[in-house]
């Protein structure tokens, strides 16, 4: 079964700061994966996601992200932060059977 | 399109009521999920349609929980009794068919058992 792991359940950078979000999947096959936020009391929206292709994926906000199948990863990144991405994300995997699977979470705080 | 439509946006009620939380999905997706979003478990799959018919319920907590699609345009989700350890918040999210596709969340359903 497809599972996703998130590592670092609060990540706290400086405004101006690299961003890096970290998920690991596990899959027996080609997975599709998914990186998600959630602003307080807001449903889960779509960053970005990689299906096939180019492995390095851009998202909305300045976000990317990179499969890197080697490594089972698909971290999420951005060059700077800034204060309005403040906020929780989600990694995940929709598997065979067409399940979407979530990691834990990300919480993403950001110093002045 | 409005987007996935959930109510009611909060919910309190009291140990032992029945609880039915709805959704609308997105018109023309054919698969429909319910997850339930606590601090201490995260966000957890309940229960899987695919073109109105349950793939797969085995995150559905218990016997107290269950999930209806009488039709493309509406789900429930009922709870009875309910417990306090049932306050949670409940998204509902749809997609189209397709394993490549991502899923559209509803601003979920506050729930408080008091």
């Known amino acids: 079964a497809q599972s996703v792991t998130q590592l670092g359940s609060h990540v706290s950078v400086s405004e101006g700061a690299l961003v890096l979000l970290r998920c690991n999947y596990s899959?027996?096959?080609?997975?599709?994966l998914f990186w998600y936020v959630q602003y307080p009391n807001q449903g889960l929206q779509l960053l970005l996601k990689?299906?096939?292709?180019?492995?390095l994926v851009k998202g909305i906000n300045g976000f990317e992200a990179e499969f890197k199948k080697s490594e089972t990863s698909f971290h999420l990144t951005k060059p700077s932060a800034h204060m309005s991405d403040a906020a929780e994300y989600f990694c995940?995997?929709?598997?065979?059977?067409?399940?979407?699977?979530f990691g834990s979470g990300t919480r993403l705080s950001i110093r002045p | 399109d409005a987007g996935v439509i959930q109510s009611p946006r909060h919910e309190v009620t009291e140990m032992g009521q029945e609880v039915t939380l709805r959704c609308k999905p997105i018109?023309?997706?054919?698969?429909l999920f319910w997850y339930r979003q606590t601090m201490m478990r995260g966000l957890e799959l309940l229960i899987y349609?695919?073109?109105?018919?349950?793939?797969?319920d085995s995150g559905m907590p218990e016997d107290r929980f269950s999930a209806k699609m009488p039709n493309a345009s509406f789900s429930t989700l009922k709870i009875q009794p309910s417990e306090p350890r049932d306050s949670a918040v409940y998204f509902c999210?749809?997609?189209?068919?397709?394993?490549?596709?991502?899923?559209?969340f509803g601003q979920g359903t506050r729930l408080t058992v008091v």
């Open positions: 999210a749809s997609s189209p068919t397709g394993a490549m596709t991502e899923a559209f």
């Open positions: 899959s027996s096959v080609p997975p599709y």
């Open positions: 990689y299906t096939t292709g180019a492995t």
């Open positions: 995940a995997v929709r598997d065979s059977a067409s399940k979407i699977i």
């Open positions: 018109s023309g997706h054919n698969s």
């Open positions: 349609f695919n073109n109105n018919v349950p793939i797969d």
